[in-house]
């Protein structure tokens, strides 16, 4: 069974930056035999509003894909001695608040493929 526990959100002024981390479990990211079933992504939760997406990494590490709200802004990668992904967010706004949670996906639908974890909190002030 895979678990997914993120962290690192917290309350940050506009223009400001912070680093997520996804802790995975029941899954292997660098392990080419898992292959798309390790591509991760990281999406959030706005109050009143639906789960949305924000970025994906491929299993491979090779593709990359971002939001157009997020594109220049935010960056992912990927600890692969920790098994962990993660999420560079520089240069926040007040729309980036949320919650944030990772999930596998399914690429180019952006669907979770596992259970969702309980997120982290990021909110931005004007």
């Known amino acids: 069974q895979v678990q997914l526990v993120e962290s690192g959100g917290g309350l940050v ?5 912070l680093r997520l981390s ?6 292997i990211l660098s392990d080419a035999d898992m292959g798309s079933n390790a591509d991760m992504g990281w999406f959030r939760q706005s109050p009143g509003k639906e789960r949305e997406f924000v970025g994906a990494l491929s299993w491979s590490g090779n593709f990359k894909d971002y939001a157009d709200a ?9 600890d692969d001695a920790k098994n962990t992904l993660l999420l560079q967010m520089d240069n926040l706004k007040p729309e980036d608040t949320g919650v944030y949670y990772c999930n596998a996906v399914r690429w ?3 669907e979770g493929r596992h259970s969702w974890g309980q997120g982290t909190q990021v909110t931005v002030s004007a």
């Open 13 to 17: 002024q506009a223009g400001g930056s």
């Open 22 to 27: 996804c802790a995975v479990s029941g899954l």
């Open 70 to 78: 997020v594109k220049g802004r935010f960056a992912i990668s990927r």
């Open 108 to 110: 180019g639908t952006w």
